[in-house]
């Protein structure tokens, strides 16, 4: 059996989305956070990684839409139906904001207990207008 081998820049990515637990990051942030720490690694090699990870169940991955880059989310020991997280797009500036609220959560159970629908949060996106935009 071949043995996996672990690059540097491997060890690094895993420990920045562990930094992140519980917030969604982009190849992009992931990328400009290697550069200031001055770690060499090509947005390829970013992709590949996490799409092994991905493949490992370590990390989620959210595709919102055709207009937005896919989003990253260590998910480590926890269950990846445990992880409630609702996605809010701004219409104006594109923003996506990634939210875990009781609220959304109590609505996810009313929708599935009254109506019989089970919502897939990961998938499930409120478009609306950011306080930022609203404020222009």
Do not use: W
Not at 45 to 58: A, F
Not at 69 to 97: P, R
């Amino acid at each position: 059996m071949k043995k996996e081998y672990i690059t540097k820049q491997n060890m690094f990515l895993l420990s920045y989305l562990q930094k992140k637990h519980g917030r969604h990051v982009t190849v992009k942030e992931i990328a400009a956070y290697c550069e200031e720490h001055e770690i060499h690694v090509s947005q390829a090699t970013i992709y590949r990684c996490l799409e092994k990870l991905v493949k490992e169940g370590i990390v989620a991955k959210y595709v919102v839409d055709a207009n937005s880059s896919a989003c990253f989310f260590y998910v480590g020991e926890e269950k990846k139906e445990e992880i409630n997280t609702f996605h809010c797009k701004c219409v104006k500036c594109g923003k996506l904001y990634h939210i875990h609220c009781d609220e959304i959560t109590q609505m996810e159970g009313h929708l599935q207990q009254v109506h019989g629908f089970a919502v897939d949060p990961t998938r499930t996106i409120l478009y609306g207008i950011c306080s930022t935009c609203t404020k222009k």
